[in-house]
């Protein structure tokens, strides 16, 4: 503390801060000078930055906050870009009777919320319903085979459901990094074909085929 020669001071130099910051109308650098001049250790409103001359300015913390924000990611999820977030998760009450076709219950309607991030629809039916062309639906007459993620709707083994840094919102930015998460690159080199180090995609579909081993040769799947 500052300007304080007794313990028996400090009860009005208190009150008489208070009183002070309350009367200095909005100004928020006006009460932040009497805070300061009573008391220490009050943080300060603005901060010293150097620009990329290297002069010191003086910013307001907000606007230091806006420049240490996480940038978005290059490439996003279209509900998540478009700020849908009512396609894929139950942000309301009623979200869930709007998605679902369903009549909502006649009477007081509760508007409560509902468990934040809970989806409309379980994952495995949730990405079809609008990626039906990467579902077993685009194959009525069951010629194809799928891949153990696509056919289980496990989009999420591969796919980011908001943001990612690489193309089509995948997880990893190969597919020989992101096939070998669960093909295990021992079993892959074992094959001779395998020991070129060409990317998976280069031979093989990602999300069907004519047979199990989803190969283009035979089937090319369309994006």
Known sequence: MRRINSIKTLPVLVLLAIVIVFTTGCDRYARHKVLTFFFTGVP????????ESGEVRTIKKAEVKKKKATPALPFSHGPYAAGQCELCHDT?????????????PKGIPQLAQTTPGRLVSPLKELCVECHINKS???????????????????????HSPHQSRFQYVLLKATSIELCSQCHTSEYLIGTEDHKSGKECISCHNAHMGKDRFLLKKDFNEIF
């Open 44 to 51: 300060p409103l603005d901060e010293e930055i150097k620009d």
């Open 136 to 158: 077993k639906e685009s194959d009525p007459g069951e010629a194809l085979w799928f891949h153990g993620p696509v056919a289980n709707g496990e989009c999420v083994f591969c």
């Open 92 to 104: 309301s009450a009623t979200v869930g009777f709007r998605k679902s076709g369903k009549e909502a």
